[in-house]
């Protein structure tokens, strides 16, 4: 791996590395990323399902919180890159505000059959380069150490 590729200035800035790692983009660790749906008011049929929304997001446990699930219809076969699988993650692209920033990520452990997930929402499906519970915690990261903040636009996108 050319490691010059991420050097700041005359030093790296993740200081010394042992020689079997590799540094590469945080995208290259995912095979997914796709934005979510909200769907139509529920048919009480086949269709229906759970849709995580923004809301649903424990910060504290970077997981969901099923405590107050939203259903809502949505037309996706359960083969749909839309249908979550456990070890996706879920980060908030839009919404936000002053106080709160777009940005913050939560991981779907399975807690629920054949859920989707908002248009607030975009899904990052990591491809095993790295585990999906490393992942959360440095998206998290990113997060709270303001990293992420060059990509957020104006409070309300990302």
Do not use: A
């Not at 200081?15 to 790692?21: A, K, N, Q, T, V």
């Not at 983009?25 to 909200?38: P, Y």
């Not at 990261?141 to 104006?154: A, C, W």
């Amino acid at each position: 791996m050319n490691r010059d590729l991420v050097r700041g200035s005359e030093e790296y800035w993740y200081g010394d590395l042992p020689e079997d790692w590799d540094v590469l983009q945080l995208v290259r660790c995912l095979d997914l990323v796709k934005g979510g749906s909200w769907g139509s008011e529920p048919e009480g049929d086949e269709s229906d399902r759970v849709c995580l929304r923004v809301s649903d997001f424990d910060y504290d446990r970077l997981r969901i919180d099923p405590s107050n699930l939203t259903v809502r219809s949505q037309s996706f076969d359960d083969s749909d890159d839309r249908i979550l699988r456990d070890g996706d993650l879920l980060i908030e692209k839009s919404g936000g505000g002053e106080k709160t920033l777009v940005g913050r990520c939560v991981l779907f452990r399975g807690e629920m059959k054949n859920p989707t997930y908002s248009n607030f929402v975009s899904l990052l499906r990591p491809n095993g380069r790295m585990t999906s519970e490393f992942m959360v915690y440095l998206m998290s990261s990113l997060y709270g150490g303001y990293l992420n903040y060059p990509s957020v636009k104006q409070t309300t996108g990302i």
